[in-house]
């Protein structure tokens, strides 16, 4: 009988109780053997979540010291991503670390040197990428019931920064886009498959400070492709999370969360679908799936769906949008 996966966890706040540990507990072939976090009370939850046998440490680079881990997971705040994903690489174990990987293009530049060196696998965590109605999306377009993809949209309206507790105190340093962005800019990176050329974005800021929360992003990628993010958080009811692709001889529309989509061909009626991501959901859509399909990948030897490459682009995209931002912001203060 093949042992379980030995995992450590570097972390465990809100969203790696919510997201990650109900999934591994669902993993036959997968044992939660260490956590590394800060606080005696929050390694205290761990022990209670994983019971007796869990090796708890109150850093990460001592956990990542124990030869018995395989595997690390790793969510901490944004600023210290960089520093952990780099780390636990060059200590030889397999990663899955949360965007984004660096606040800057030299620490996204040198962390994805890291991984991109390693023998061991690497997998971002991008869990739209993994959802049933991406697939289902790629296999109309593979068969060409749409043409050419000349044009693809991602719409994210939400209230997550609606009359709520001031967002930039938390996210102002990185802004919108490599905060929340990577997500939503990956599935432009599902269809096309090649970083953008150039972006352009135009937003505001209504409820939370300096930060962007509601606005597009156009990027252009090659042969003169054109992908879109249109965004809210402070939309004031509905949530959406949608997706739209348009060729040279149909078009795609997907909803994200509920797996409905429905397509086209010119001259042709729209026709129907439902691909649900697997219940229940834990964190967000896709979780589940990517979880599964990383430890697939090291039992199976073989790359991830969200390797170094396909992080390099979403992280080139973000930070293109980034600064993107930046040039706006500093025209509009400068009333151009």
Request: hydrophobic residues 40%; charged residues 25%; proline residues 4%.
């Amino acid at each position: 009988m093949t042992s379980p996966i030995s995992v450590g966890l570097i972390g465990f706040g809100r969203w790696v109780r919510e997201a990650y540990c109900p999934i591994l507990k669902e993993l036959s072939d997968v044992k939660v053997a260490a956590v590394a976090a800060r606080s005696e009370a929050t390694r205290s939850l761990a022990h209670d979540t994983f019971g007796g046998g869990l090796e708890l440490y109150s850093d990460y680079e001592a956990l990542l010291r124990n030869g018995r881990v395989q595997v690390v997971m790793i969510a901490l705040p944004n600023q210290l991503h960089a520093a952990a994903t780099a780390a636990a690489s060059a200590a030889d174990k397999h990663v899955f670390y949360e965007p984004p990987i660096g606040l800057t293009p030299q620490q996204t530049r040198h962390v994805l040197d890291v991984l991109s060196k390693s023998k061991r696998l690497s997998q971002v965590d991008l869990e739209l990428r993994y959802l049933p109605v991406i697939d289902a999306v790629h296999r109309i377009i593979n068969d060409g019931k749409v043409g050419e993809v000349r044009m693809a949209k991602v719409r994210l309206w939400c209230d997550w920064g609606y009359d709520k507790a001031n967002l930039e105190q938390e996210f102002g340093e990185e802004g919108f886009f490599l905060w929340l962005g990577c997500w939503y800019l990956d599935l432009l990176d599902a269809i096309f498959g090649q970083a953008p050329v150039h972006a352009n974005v135009v937003g505001g800021f209504a409820m939370n400070g300096r930060l962007m929360d509601h606005g597009w992003a156009t990027l252009g990628y090659p042969h003169g492709r054109i992908g879109q993010f249109e965004f809210s958080i402070v939309a004031p009811q509905s949530q959406q999370n949608s997706f739209y692709v348009t060729g040279s001889e149909g078009e795609i529309e997907a909803d994200i969360e509920t797996g409905r989509y429905r397509w086209h061909t010119r001259g042709s009626t729209w026709e129907e679908g439902v691909a649900e991501c697997s219940h229940p959901v834990f964190g967000f859509v896709g979780m589940r799936e990517s979880i599964r399909d990383f430890f697939s990948a090291i039992r199976e030897d073989r790359y991830t769906k969200a390797d170094p490459e396909v992080s390099h682009r979403v992280h080139s995209a973000a930070l293109a949008c980034a600064q993107a931002e930046v040039e706006y912001r500093t025209k509009t203060l400068k009333g151009d």
